[in-house]
């Protein structure tokens, strides 16, 4: 075992405690519905299996990960990232409008442009040419500033309002 493989292990390990900290949690909800627990219990679980498949031999695709174009693409860790990144947008807008009404527009285009963020990264990491990889790169990057922008525009004034709302009740 490499030292690379050490750390996967190790990361493995980390998630699992973590999904068993938040599944625990669930036993005792405190006003926050249980399926948010599942939910974040879900996100550990789902990143430790897809670093798991980097730390297996897996014959041809081997530890997660492929050659193309003399580059090595970490492919688990896009499938990680496509399904987890927009889970935790989805935890922290449920965060955001907790007292208030969910506005699942809002929280769709979140979690739709993040995986724009993830597909566009990955396509560009497989791209042969330098250009089409930059086009595919830039493009992600503009579907992050997205990201950003509804995070600290949209959603951060659902959160002010939640303030308003919490302190009424």
Not at 6 to 12: A, D, G
Not at 27 to 33: A, D, S, V, Y
Not at 60 to 78: D, F, M, N, P
């Amino acid at each position: 075992m490499d030292l690379q493989d050490l750390f996967h292990w190790i990361y493995v390990a980390s998630m699992a405690i973590g999904a068993i900290y938040f599944l625990a949690l669930s036993t005792n909800p405190k006003e926050i519905p249980k399926y948010e627990y599942y939910v974040a219990a879900f996100i550990p679980i789902w990143s430790g299996l897809a670093y798991m498949s980097m730390a297996l031999p897996q014959n041809e695709l081997e530890q997660g990960k492929i050659e193309v174009a003399s580059q090595i693409t970490h492919y688990a860790r896009y499938i990680d990232w496509v399904v987890t990144t927009p889970l935790l947008l989805l935890a922290l807008a449920w965060t955001a409008m907790h007292y208030i009404p969910k506005d699942w527009s809002l929280i769709f285009s979140l979690m739709a442009t993040q995986v724009v963020v993830i597909v566009t990264g990955l396509v560009a990491d497989l791209s042969t040419i330098p250009w089409v990889r930059y086009l595919w790169y830039i493009c992600g990057v503009v579907a992050f500033l997205l990201v950003l922008w509804k995070i600290w525009g949209p959603l951060r004034a659902k959160t002010k309002g939640q303030e308003r709302a919490f302190m009424t009740n």
